[in-house]
Each structure stands twice: as structure tokens, then as C-alpha cells.
């Protein structure tokens, strides 16, 4: 059977075909502007909000780490709570913020449902260091500061995989 030539099909663009360009509802520079000053105007709440966030994954650490029989809940409440903070963070200019709540949630799917003494301490870690970049006010990604607090906890991953494998 002798080949044909390879065919590009171009999917329909349903987005595209939303979007106003022409009339009073159309998106504009100055539609796309107002927009982006509201989400700035919106991004000093964030901190509000991430603050909020933090409490309740301490709340839920707590509780984890005061368990043996409902620790599965309560890494999927820390996991649902990091997965918040990962897409709230990049809206609002926090990257760092949403690259360690990545990794933590990254590390609760490693992890064994009843997470041994190490990996309760690198939870731990992860929370105190999202908190770290809210108190600090940590933006974009963090600067020289971020890079090595992802770098650390990103060590302390692989040193608790590498021990987790050898038992």
C-alpha cells in the first residue's frame, strides 16, 4: 500500500468564533486593559485569600499528623487546597506560590496513603514554605529566594524518594 501525503487538519476554532472583534461588545485594548487593571485591583485580596488558605492547610496538616485511620481524607483536602493555590497563584502574578503548591501536590501522589514520620515532615515543609512566600510577599518567581526554595524542597523530594525505595 503506498502512502499518501501527510493531511493537516485544522480543528474549528469554537473560541475564535465567540470572540466580538467588531460592535460595543467587542474585545478591545482598552476592554483587555480594564480587565487587566481589575485583576490587579484584585491581586491585594489574593494575599487575603492565600493567607486563608494556609490556615486550612495547617488545620489539615494537623489533623493528618494526629491520625492513623482518616489520613487518606485529609491529604485530599491538602491536595485540594494546593491545587487551589496553584491556579489562584499564576492569576495573580504568585508563580512561585504555584510551582510549590504543584510540587506539593506532585509529592501527595508519590506519597503512600499512610505517609511515614519523613513524609509528614516534607508536608510540612511545603506548607511552611507557601506561607513563607505570602508573609514575604514572594511574587513572580521569587527572585535568587525562590529559586532556592523550590531548589530545597525539590532535594528533599528526591532524598525522601530515594529512602522511601530503599525500605
Known sequence: MARSAAKKIEPPSSIKDKVIFDGPHAVTDAVLEKAEEELLALSDEYLIHAADDIDTLRQSFAELSNTETDQALYLGEIFGVAH???????????????????????????????????????????????????????????????????NGLYDIHVKWRSASKSH
Not at 125 to 145: C, E, H, K, M, Q
Open 84 to 150: 487551589n493555590i496553584k491556579g489562584k497563584g499564576g492569576t495573580f502574578g504568585y508563580d512561585l506560590a504555584t510551582n510549590i503548591a504543584n510540587q506539593l501536590c506532585r509529592f501527595i501522589e508519590e506519597i503512600p496513603e499512610q505517609p511515614d514520620d519523613f513524609a509528614l515532615k516534607i508536608i510540612e515543609l511545603y506548607i511552611d514554605t507557601l506561607a513563607r512566600v505570602n508573609s514575604d510577599n514572594l511574587i513572580g518567581d521569587g527572585g535568587p529566594v525562590g529559586k532556592d526554595l523550590l
